[in-house]
Antibody, heavy 128, light 110 residues
């Protein structure tokens, strides 16, 4: 069974760098899948941060593109996320998730656009 | 950017009720829509993908429909464990168009 577990410091000071790791078990990151990072500020909705492919190619939401970096360590079966110059607005629960794919009824595909396995989330608070 | 809206933002219901949640995209997205259920303190759980497909293990009281800009999630008979927040989510296939979630609909006890 695929399992994901986020880990990292729960408290980060303003202007510093947030670093999180997502350890994947039950599935090799060397396989052909995308993975995503998503965050959720307390009491608010879900925000996609970015996606990373098994090749290492990464794509970011425009609002975080200048500050976010995702990477993958296939030897450790881990994903990582760093976010620089954090502010209180970056306080959130951070999730990693696996992207799943399907074929449309017209045969088009694979369409890889939904998230079937999620980590339990890691709360990161930005505060001095 | 494609925007997603949901209605209602919250609904009060009782066990056994039929509940319908609507999700609307600002432009057509074919059937490239998923639904998730989230309980307090927990990660979202996938309920529906490709607008109407249930993953293995999701109860059949959940159903999804729609295409283009208008989608619905229906819970045919609410169970106690269904009180939660529900999010719709769109994305074209990766990359690079990104992902957008709806703002969520909370289903709570009447």
């Amino acid at each position: 069974q695929v399992q994901l577990q986020e880990s990292g410091p729960g408290l980060v000071k303003p202007s510093e760098t947030l670093s999180l790791t997502c350890t994947v078990s039950g599935y090799s990151l060397r396989n052909d899948y995308y993975w995503v990072w998503i965050r959720q500020p307390p009491g608010k909705g879900l925000e996609w941060i970015g996606s990373i492919y098994h090749s290492g190619s990464a794509y970011y939401t425009p609002s975080l593109k200048s500050r976010a970096t995702m990477s993958m360590d296939t030897s450790k079966n881990q994903l990582s996320l760093t976010l620089t110059s954090v502010t209180a607005a970056d306080t959130a629960v951070y999730y990693c998730a696996r992207v799943a794919c399907y074929y449309e009824s017209n045969g088009f595909g694979p369409v890889c656009n939904y998230f079937d396995y999620w980590g339990q989330g890691a709360l990161v608070t930005v505060s001095s | 950017d494609i925007q997603m809206t949901q209605s209602p933002s919250s609904v009060s219901a009782s066990v056994g009720d039929r509940v319908t949640i609507t999700c609307r995209a600002s432009q057509g997205i074919n059937t490239r829509l998923a639904w998730y259920q989230q309980k307090p303190g927990k990660a979202p759980k996938l309920l529906i993908f490709a607008a109407s497909n249930l993953p293995s293990g999701v109860p059949s009281r959940f159903s999804g429909s729609g295409s283009g800009t208008d989608f619905t999630l229906t819970i045919s008979s609410l169970e106690p464990e269904d009180f939660a927040t529900y999010y719709c989510q769109r994305s074209n296939s990766f990359p690079p168009e990104g992902v957008t979630f709806g703002p969520g609909t909370r289903v709570d006890f009447k």
